[in-house]
């Protein structure tokens, strides 16, 4: 099984004992004051090693203070960083792991007030802040900090550099047309444009030896007005080869880009292998593909017919360090999947947070949890609720060794999570409750349909503690007119289960996550639909590169949307209200969904005086949430009662 996938392949002196690559992430935590890696970062690396990846970078190794991606990633500019990552390295490499450092100066897309570049032009999304043009012996000094660099992943251990030429940073900057508008020797024709790149290759040559190998991660289309593109891509490879990097990891997109670097699951899967397959054609190196590529059989695939010789994952291995180990023994529904929502990763490192995971709350805190026992007495566990919250509190109770029993009003596990499932583009987050069920089947934990939580239900298991995960549901507002019109009525949990039908002139009262994507299951069926939100902003709660999708699918004939939206009263067919301090009268609809506010569902708090049982509220009956905070809590209380 997977036999491609899992096969040795040779790349420069190297030998990787698979064709998987943890790709470099941004993660913004495990550094010090002085940028030096610390144990956090250490005990991550090591997790994901031990799950048997063939080869791993460490992300966002700065080659200069002022080149900073975000503050909180390891500094490759100093040797006393070198200490601290000859500890890493050895603690890593007894997994049998190829390690390595990307290594990178941030340009105009670097978190720096003060941004140097190759011409000063800001970046076009993302990052703001003046932006000034280096000087050639600026230019001359940048490269030889990345020689300097690598010289010092040499010293600690590393087996290996990638240069980030991707993404619009600074290299990608150098590159491309629409960043570099120079007229020396560093800008104008493509020689000059790539001088840069290849100036930094030698001089790393030149520090570490030609023996030590150099990868180099680079965009094979930037999809940016003027950008970088595949031809160019193709033209570079085999200058690239014959300069002695080792192999090409090809990606695609920059800040601003109208394919996102990080794309959400609105996404096809392998969105980039394109690319990589044409650069495969003018090189013998290897070539990396990325790109919402998630499952195995998909990767096995992808190398079995040869559009590329390895296979780099990033967000999967932050969701299952194990995805490696679990893929190859075929234990393919032990693998905890990334949904794509890009919320604990991208988001919050852009938003100069330490990144994380929703679907695995354990990210980061791999150095916290490495010396954990399980407890010394078994408690009986009854848990209310299986949605998200529910399934997950279920799961990690059992693995805790607790007899854990969940029971559940619906004739199915899911809750709201498997409505929203049902929207476009969103079914990927169906995939954690098909590992939560197959989970919860595996480690043998009773569960109960069609039975709520009740009195006689807890003298029955006689429960030491109850987790109350009973959800919440839509809120009703109190607005003039709405409970007086002619128009239908309905909330977006109705329509989304099919329990109600609604007409095809459509008012969603609502412009959060739930919201924008009941409009788009409505629109999706041809209805006109119109999106009234009472917010600044559309969809706070979702990731900027989730939403950005999801907006982009609302660009339709058939959708309006309004924000900051004074409501003054619904009308018999439509309603009356102010946009922008416009006011706005709309007529000729049938029907209203309701997807604004939930409130918490915990009734069966009460019951908690009536029995010797503690009872523990997670999830979206402590308080409506996103999904990070639901699975974060089940896990937590699981761990701690």
Not at 15 to 41: H, P, W, Y
Not at 271 to 292: D, M
Not at 488 to 515: F, P, Y
Not at 633 to 639: G, R
Request: charged share 25%.
């Amino acid at each position: 099984m997977l036999s491609n996938l899992f096969s040795p392949i040779r790349i420069g002196n190297m030998t990787s004992k698979n064709r998987l690559l943890m790709s470099a992430m941004s993660i913004n935590f495990g550094v010090d004051d002085n940028c030096c890696v610390t144990e956090q970062l250490v005990e991550y690396f090591v997790e994901r090693a031990k799950g048997g990846v063939g080869m791993m970078l460490v992300g966002g190794g700065s080659v200069h203070p002022g080149g900073q991606e975000l503050p909180d990633l390891p500094q490759m500019y100093n040797d006393e960083c070198i200490p601290a990552l000859k500890e890493m390295v050895q603690k890593v490499k007894q997994y049998d792991t190829l390690f390595g450092v990307q290594l990178m100066h941030g340009g105009r897309q670097s978190y720096l007030p003060r941004k140097v570049a190759p011409s000063a032009i800001p970046a076009p999304a993302v990052v703001k802040g003046e932006v000034r043009a280096l000087e050639i012996s600026e230019i001359k000094e940048l490269t030889a900090c990345f020689g300097d660099s690598a010289r010092r992943c040499r010293e600690a251990g590393f087996d290996f550099v990638e240069l980030h030429g991707a993404h619009g940073y600074l290299i990608n900057q150098f590159l491309a047309p629409n960043s570099n508008i120079r007229t020396d020797q560093y800008g104008g024709s493509f020689e000059n444009r790539s001088r840069f790149l290849f100036e930094i290759i030698e001089d790393i040559q030149s520090k570490t030896g030609k023996d030590f190998p150099i990868g180099i991660r680079i965009n094979g289309n930037d999809y940016i007005e003027n950008g970088w593109e595949l031809k160019d891509t193709v033209r570079l490879a085999p200058l690239l080869e014959k300069a002695g990097v080792v192999y090409l990891h090809v990606s695609g997109g920059v800040y601003g880009s109208t394919e996102l670097t990080i794309p959400s699951m609105y996404t096809p899967h392998g969105c980039f292998v394109h690319l990589a397959e044409e650069v495969k054609k003018h090189v013998s190196i290897p070539v990396i593909t990325v790109g919402r590529i998630k499952y195995p059989d998909h990767a096995d695939q992808i190398v079995k017919e040869g559009k590329a010789d390895m296979v780099a994952f990033g967000r999967s291995f932050l969701a299952d360090p194990y995805y490696p180990e679990k893929a190859r023994k075929g234990e393919f529904s032990k693998i905890r999947p990334c949904i794509g929502c890009c919320l604990g990763c991208i988001h919050a490192v852009l938003a100069k947070e330490p990144g994380s995971c929703v679907v695995n709350p354990d990210v980061g805190r791999e150095y916290k949890l490495k010396d954990d026992v399980k407890p010394s007495q078994a408690l009986t566990i009854l848990i209310a609720g299986a949605g998200p919250a529910g399934m997950a509190a279920a799961r990690q109770f059992a693995l805790q060794g607790h007899k854990t029993i969940l029971c559940d009003m619906q004739k199915e596990a899911g809750g709201l999570l498997s409505l929203a499932s049902k929207a476009p583009g969103r079914g990927e987050l169906n995939d954690i409750l098909d590992f939560f069920r197959h989970e919860l089947t595996r480690l043998k934990v009773e569960v109960r349909y069609d039975t709520a939580l009740s009195l006689e239900l807890i003298n029955e298991i006689n429960p030491d503690n109850v987790i109350l995960a009973t959800g919440s549901m839509p809120d009703m507002p109190v607005i003039k007119g709405l409970f007086q019109t002619k128009m239908d009525l309905a909330t977006n949990v109705d329509v989304i289960s099919g329990k109600e039908k609604v007409r095809e002139k459509v008012i969603v009262l609502g412009g959060g996550m739930t919201g924008l994507i009941t409009a788009d299951f409505l629109a999706d069926q041809g209805k006109e639909v119109v999106v009234l939100n009472r917010k600044k902003s559309f969809a706070e709660e979702m990731s900027s590169n989730d939403r950005y999708y999801l907006r982009e699918r609302l660009k339709k004939a058939n959708v309006s949307l309004y924000k900051n939206v004074a409501i003054k009263q619904f009308t018999d067919d439509g309603v009356v209200f102010k946009a922008n301090g416009e006011e706005i009268t709309l007529t000729g609809f049938e029907s209203v969904v309701i997807s604004e506010k939930q409130s918490p569902i915990r009734d069966a708090k009460k019951l908690e005086k009536k029995t010797h049982a503690t009872f523990h509220l997670i999830g979206d009956a402590k308080s409506p949430r996103h999904l990070m905070y639901c699975i974060s809590e089940a896990e937590e209380i699981a761990k701690s009662v």
